[in-house]
C-alpha cells in the first residue's frame, strides 16, 4: 500500500482556538509509515535504528532518544533496507537479538555498503538497559515500564526525552540505581516502588495525561490504538511532543486536549493505518478542512 500524503487547511467558527495549520497522513503498513517518517527528521539522517514490525519493546526502548526508527519484517526486509540505501543511509543500528531479527539481514547490509551494529541483550529488559548504558549512561532520571505493557513503552518515549530521562523495562525485584524514578502505565497499575506517577486506567487515558506535560510543540503525533506505528515514538520524542492515540473514533478527551493546549498553527502528522472514514470524522470534529 503506498503511503498517502494529505494536506488540511482548519476552519473553525470558534475564536477563542487558533486553528492547526497543516496536517499530513501517512497511511499504510508500519514499515512503509516508519520509511516515510525519516524524511520529517532535520538534517537527513545517515544513521538509524532497525527494529522489528510487530514487536512493541526494541523500537520502544530507542525511541525515547529521538532518532530515526524504521521497522522492518524479520522474512521480507530486504526491500526495506534496500530504500535506506537509497534515502543515504550510511549506518544502521540493529536493536534486538538475532531471534528478532536474523544474523541474514547484517550480510545484506553489507552486500548493499551499509555499515551495522547490533545493540541487544537476552531478553527485552537486557537491551533496554543495553540501549542506557551505551545512550543515557549519565542520567539520574529513570522512566520505569513493564516489560510487558506495549502502550506504556511507546508512550513513556516522548515523556523520557522531555526529561531527560533514561527507559527502562521493570521487572519484579530488579533493583533500581536511580536517583528519580517517573513510572508509567497504560493499565491502571501504580508504581510498585517510590516514584513519580502517570497511570492511565487505559491507553488513551494515558496519552492524554502525559499530553498534559508539554507545552509549545512544534508537531503534533497521533497513531491508532489497535494499531500503533511504534516509531511514531521516536518522532514524537525528536520534536518534543506527547504521543497522542485515536481509535476507531476520535476520542472526546484527545479532541478535548488538542484544543486546550495546543492551539497553535502548528502541523499534526496522523502515522498509520488511519481509513478515510476515520480521517473524515477527524477532520469534520476537529473543523479542519481539505486543500
Not at 501517512?26 to 527528521?41: P, T
Request: net charge neutral.
Amino acid at each position: 500500500m503506498s503511503v498517502q500524503f494529505t494536506s488540511v487547511l482548519s476552519s473553525v467558527s470558534d475564536s477563542s482556538y487558533t486553528p492547526i495549520k497543516l496536517l499530513r497522513v501517512f497511511s499504510g503498513s508500519k514499515e512503509e509509515v516508519s520509511l516515510k517518517l525519516i524524511d520529517y527528521f532535520l538534517s537527513g539522517e545517515k544513521e538509524v535504528f532497525i527494529a522489528r514490525s510487530d514487536l512493541f519493546a526494541d523500537a520502544a526502548c530507542v525511541g525515547y532518544l529521538g532518532k530515526p526508527v524504521v521497522l522492518v519484517d524479520p522474512k521480507r526486509y530486504y526491500e526495506t533496507l534496500l530504500d535506506l540505501k537509497n534515502k543515504g543511509v550510511v549506518r544502521v543500528i540493529i536493536v534486538g537479538g538475532p531471534e528478532a531479527l536474523p544474523e541474514e539481514i547484517e550480510s545484506y547490509l553489507s552486500s548493499i555498503g551499509i555499515k551495522y551494529s547490533r545493540i541487544w541483550g537476552k531478553d527485552r529488559y537486557e537491551t533496554c538497559n543495553r540501549v542506557r548504558e551505551a545512550f543515557n549512561a549519565g542520567s539520574r532520571k529513570l522512566v520505569l515500564v513493564y516489560g510487558n505493557d506495549e502502550f506504556g513503552a511507546i508512550l513513556a518515549g516522548p515523556l523520557a526525552n522531555k526529561l531527560g530521562a533514561a527507559l527502562a523495562y521493570y521487572r519484579k525485584g530488579e533493583p533500581l540505581d536511580s536517583e528519580e524514578v517517573i513510572w508509567v502505565n497504560s493499565m491502571g497499575r501504580h508504581s510498585p516502588v517510590k516514584a513519580t506517577e502517570f497511570v492511565g486506567e487505559n491507553p488513551i487515558d494515558l496519552s492524554v495525561k502525559i499530553g498534559r506535560e508539554f507545552e509549545e510543540l512544534k508537531l503534533l503525533v497521533i497513531t491508532k490504538e489497535d494499531d500503533p506505528v511504534y516509531s511514531a515514538s521516536s518522532l514524537a520524542s525528536r520534536f518534543s511532543s506527547p504521543l497522542l492515540l485515536v481509535g476507531d473514533t476520535l476520542p472526546k478527551e484527545i479532541a478535548d486536549l488538542i484544543r486546550e493546549k495546543y492551539p497553535w498553527r502548528g502541523r499534526v502528522v496522523l502515522a498509520g493505518n488511519f481509513s478515510e472514514e476515520l480521517i473524515r470524522q477527524i477532520k469534520k470534529k476537529m473543523g479542519w478542512r481539505m486543500i
